[in-house]
């Protein structure tokens, strides 16, 4: 398009502020971890380690951390397991009713996060727990793992799309079982998209607060639960940002890594 | 259509003659499932059927069922029955009304001030910028969604607070933030899905072809007017299917309320802190972001933008 120099310039300053609004609450975060005074006042004036102290030591957060990463793993494996089927399911097989099994795994994550955690806390509260089966560490698996499947689902469905069956049934020609060649044929085809589709599921299982807050009883506790309860108390703030400052550098490693292995970006 | 529709070719019995030789356990289970597709179809799909279809979608249903019940005043005890009063309830009582209006509103707010934003951002990245900066700027927009959600909502709350960084920053200039509340609210949710709109309306904007916006300004029409002309209707699908996300995201969403909200209650607000005390009356709630998404999508599938997704 032809733009006018000004209207070129105009635009680069509108991209720049918006980068800025981007970066800057997350910079933030991490510059008032180091914030002595609990007000949050800005300017910063006393900058102090004393926080990071608190955080490492801190019962709370390391509980929390444990909790949620074993949710998270459950409920990844889970994903993984009960994805892939469903994706092979779609990929390789017609029957009556396919639409409605894909529109039923896209659902937990196209309604919002709240109505699949009423709905399951209404669940486990009304049907479940007569039965034995009230709320814990298990109704958050559940939770978590029901609306992790479509991560798996969506990668491995769709490299099953561009697999070529041809090689299976090759494998099959020559005398290999469907189990043997579905071990060395079909899984060392669809694994790395099966692993992406799992880190994935963790990393969303890892963040998730609202279902969570639905399906988890009073005192247990997620990592984002642990923030969530800390927020808002004044004492506890100081620690929050410590944990959310950690967090967001986390969050850089996956950027890093894709940027290493793509790499060529620069030139 | 009389012929099964199973896929497979269950003729191809090419295996059979070395499954003969050497015959174990695998081998016998190979052979009857390979033999029989609607068997394995079965086996593949019973169990992600019964969590899916059973556990979930029958909470859904159990949750549409409750919204119909009641529960004991004195015992907090719920009463399965037949009454509309809840749904009544969310209807006439003015504060719910005003709740349910309310967060329809903000969702509305959070995706104009995406759209907004994202339309001079995806023209700047796919028309004026370099390559090396349009990458940059792709990742750049797309990287915080890896930060945790509940650590946007918090960097957020330190920006907004009073005496806090924006604040400080507007003091130069005579001003203040506008403090914890319904602007708040909207710019942190914008924050938060800007990413799904941004992204959309930019790879659109790259599919544009450059010689329509040459042909725009031959005969005779100023930048904006093409972007408005030209650019717009094409990139239609693109906000559309940007603003599912927005939209419904913002809807369902009351953690950021009540950290950058101040007093602004939403119907998650609402449903959180009714849960417990009165369920049949949370689930009422429930449904109502439900009847919302689902006219949402609706209307966008009438404009043909899903095809898009």
Redesign the interface.
């Known amino acids: 398009?032809?733009?006018?120099r000004s209207?070129?310039i105009t635009?680069?300053i509108?991209?720049a502020a918006?980068?800025a609004?981007?970066?800057l609450?997350?910079l933030?975060?991490i510059v008032?971890s180091f914030n002595a005074t609990t007000?949050?006042?800005?300017?910063i004036t006393d900058f102090t380690t004393r926080w990071w102290e608190a955080a490492f030591t801190n019962e709370g957060v390391r509980e929390a951390l444990w909790t949620s990463l074993r949710v998270a793993t459950v409920a990844t494996v889970i994903a993984l397991?009960?994805g892939a089927?469903?994706a092979?399911?779609l990929s390789?097989?017609?029957?009556?009713g396919k639409n409605t099994?894909n529109l039923?795994?896209v659902?937990?994550i196209?309604?919002?996060?709240?109505?699949?955690g009423?709905?399951?806390?209404?669940?486990f509260?009304?049907?479940l727990e007569p039965l034995g089966i009230g709320l814990g560490l298990f109704s958050v698996i559940?939770g978590h793992?029901?609306f992790c499947?479509v991560m798996v689902f969506n990668n491995v469905q769709a490299r099953l799309g561009r697999m070529n069956r041809g090689l299976e049934?090759a494998a099959?020609?020559?005398?290999a079982?469907?189990?043997?060649a579905f071990f060395t044929v079909t899984l060392p085809g669809f694994k790395s998209a099966f692993l992406a589709g799992g880190l994935l599921a963790f990393?969303l299982s890892f963040?998730e607060?609202?279902v969570t807050?639905?399906t988890a009883p009073p005192g247990t506790e997620t990592l984002?639960i642990w923030?969530?309860n800390n927020?808002?108390r004044p004492n506890q703030a100081p620690v929050?940002?410590v944990i959310?400052a950690v967090?967001?550098l986390l969050?850089?490693i996956?950027?890093y890594l894709s940027?290493r292995m793509t790499g060529d970006?620069?030139k | 259509m009389a012929a099964p529709t199973i896929k497979p070719d269950i003729t191809s019995d090419s295996t059979q003659a070395p499954v003969a030789a050497r015959s174990g356990t695998g081998d016998t289970i190979s052979r009857v499932l390979h033999a029989r597709p609607k068997l394995r179809l079965a086996g593949l799909l019973a169990l992600p059927l019964a969590w899916l279809g059973v556990l979930y979608i029958g909470s859904l249903i159990l949750l549409f069922v409750t919204a119909f019940w009641t529960t004991d005043t004195f015992t907090s005890k719920v009463v399965p029955a037949f009454t509309l009063e809840n749904f009544v309830e969310i209807v006439t009582v003015p504060a719910y009304q005003l709740t349910a209006l309310r967060t329809i509103g903000i969702a509305l707010a959070v995706t104009v001030l995406c759209a907004v934003l994202a339309l001079p951002l995806g023209l700047y990245m796919a028309k004026v910028a370099s390559p090396r900066m349009r990458a940059m700027l792709a990742i750049g927009i797309t990287l915080p969604l890896w930060a945790g959600y509940l650590v946007k909502v918090f960097s957020w709350r330190i920006t907004f607070m009073s005496g806090g960084p924006l604040d400080w920053l507007l003091a130069p200039f005579g001003l203040t933030g506008p403090g914890y509340g319904t602007a708040a609210l909207i710019i942190t949710l914008a924050y938060l899905w800007f990413p799904y709109m941004a992204v959309p309306v930019y790879s659109a904007f790259r599919q544009i072809p450059d010689n329509l916006f040459d042909a725009s300004s031959d005969l005779g029409a100023k930048p904006w007017a093409t972007v408005r002309t030209v650019a717009v209707p094409l990139l239609k699908p693109a906000f559309i299917a940007g603003s599912i996300f927005t939209f419904s995201l913002s809807l369902g969403d009351y953690i950021a309320a009540q950290f950058v909200g101040g007093k602004t209650q939403v119907i998650g607000t609402v449903i959180a802190s009714n849960i417990n005390l009165n369920p049949p009356l949370a689930a009422a709630f429930g449904t109502v972001p439900i009847v919302v998404v689902v006219l949402y999508l609706f209307l966008a599938r009438k404009s043909g933008a899903l095809k898009q997704l």
């Open positions: 398009m032809r733009l006018s209207a070129k635009l680069r509108f991209a918006v980068m609004a981007i970066y609450p997350l933030l975060v008032n007000s949050g006042a800005f300017p397991l009960l089927m469903i092979f399911a390789r097989y017609e029957f009556f099994v039923l795994v659902l937990p196209a309604l919002p996060g709240i109505v699949t009423v709905a399951l806390n209404n669940t509260k009304t049907v559940v793992a029901t499947i049934e099959m020609d020559m005398g079982n469907v189990i043997r990393a963040d607060i609202v807050t639905f984002p923030i969530f927020m808002a929050v940002n959310a967090l967001v969050s850089m996956p950027v940027q970006d620069r």
